[in-house]
């Protein structure tokens, strides 16, 4: 069975329980990156998708450029094949090409994000 943990940080990400079980996908939803992380210790996930927030203030200290960074790279260290897939609001499209630099990311879907879209990321490559 497939896994995901998705990263919640704000009331626009979407609920795609349903097609999640749908495509037979057990999904996990995480309001703290803390816990997430735990949890990606223990139980390393297929898939991750998170909200891109670009860092516009000093809380970053230059060192990373979105609230995503700290995430990715944990994902690299505990689940290396994870694919990751960001949603962004279509005012953080400018930014987004800095984490695209930084990491492999599996697909971006920018606000609203449709069933079909999200359904078309899930999609084993071929």
């Not at 390393?44 to 927030?53: C, H, K, L, N, T």
């Amino acid at each position: 069975m497939t896994a995901l943990y998705s990263l919640i940080e704000s009331p626009f990400h979407p609920d795609f329980g349903a097609l999640y079980a749908r495509l037979d996908i057990t999904a996990e939803r995480f309001t703290s990156a803390r816990n997430l992380h735990r949890a990606l210790q223990k139980q390393p996930p297929d898939f991750f998708v998170g909200e891109f927030v670009y860092g516009w203030g000093n809380n970053y200290a230059g060192a990373n450029v979105s609230n995503l960074d700290v995430t990715i790279r944990t994902l690299q260290r505990f689940a290396p094949q994870a694919k990751v897939i960001v949603f962004m609001h279509p005012r953080e499209e400018d930014h987004i090409g800095k984490l695209l630099e930084l990491f492999p990311i599996h697909a971006v879907l920018a606000y609203p994000v449709s069933e079909q879209a999200m359904q078309a990321a899930l999609q084993p490559a071929t």
